[in-house]
């Protein structure tokens, strides 16, 4: 519940703060935040709960949590919604806001729904085959007797990738589009995990 309020209330702030040629880049670097706080607890859960105990690394992980109370304090609205409240009275907000509902809806119905449906499973795919992966790879490292440290050592590098594709991914959205970008990386990711598979067998 914590990772997607705050990943989407994130990537909203990015898309109304920042003007369309740059959101790309911008939204990639927010996402590099996701492999930054797995590497903060492969070091925590790997190397330091082993000498502190599990009870104290969990302890230790509620920092970033305070972390994000301080940030949501201190950061101002977006510049869109700042722009909407000056220029639209109550009355105008409503009705924008039961647009948005309509809008939503609709996309159950034709035209749309088609193309929702699709979309979303491609969204579940996605999001089933990244979590898949990280809650899996630590009992795969373990099983091929790796132990912890060097489990997360593992996994801090594959991190590390995973922020060189972030970063990389939002350059290429921006100069050629988000479909395109979106398309080759997914099929590179899909090559990729064949040869994953061959490697396990």
């Known amino acids: 519940m914590g990772v997607v309020g705050e990943w989407a ?35 925590v859960g790997g190397l330091l709960a082993p000498a502190i105990g599990w009870k104290e690394a969990f302890i230790v992980s509620l920092f970033p949590a305070l972390f994000v109370i301080i940030i949501r304090r201190k950061i101002p609205e977006s510049d869109l919604w700042l722009k909407n409240k000056l220029n639209k009275n109550k009355i105008v907000i409503k009705k924008s806001l039961i647009n948005k509902r309509n809008e939503f809806v609709s996309l159950f119905f034709k035209p749309y729904r088609k193309l929702f449906l699709k979309v979303l499973l491609l969204a579940i795919l996605g999001s089933l085959a990244y979590w898949f992966t990280y809650s899996w790879l630590p009992t795969y490292l373990q099983q091929q007797n790796i132990s912890i440290a060097k489990s997360s050592v593992w996994i801090i590098v594959n991190q590390v990738g995973e922020i060189i594709g972030l970063l990389s991914f939002g350059y290429i959205a921006d100069r050629f589009g988000r479909r395109p970008a979106f398309s080759g990386f997914a099929i590179a990711m899909g090559s990729g995990a064949g040869d994953d598979i061959i490697i396990l067998e």
């Open 9 to 43: 209330t994130g990537q909203t702030y990015v898309n109304e703060t920042f003007p369309a040629r740059l959101r790309g880049k911008f939204g990639a670097l927010l996402q590099t935040g996701n492999p930054v706080g797995f590497i903060l607890a492969a070091i």
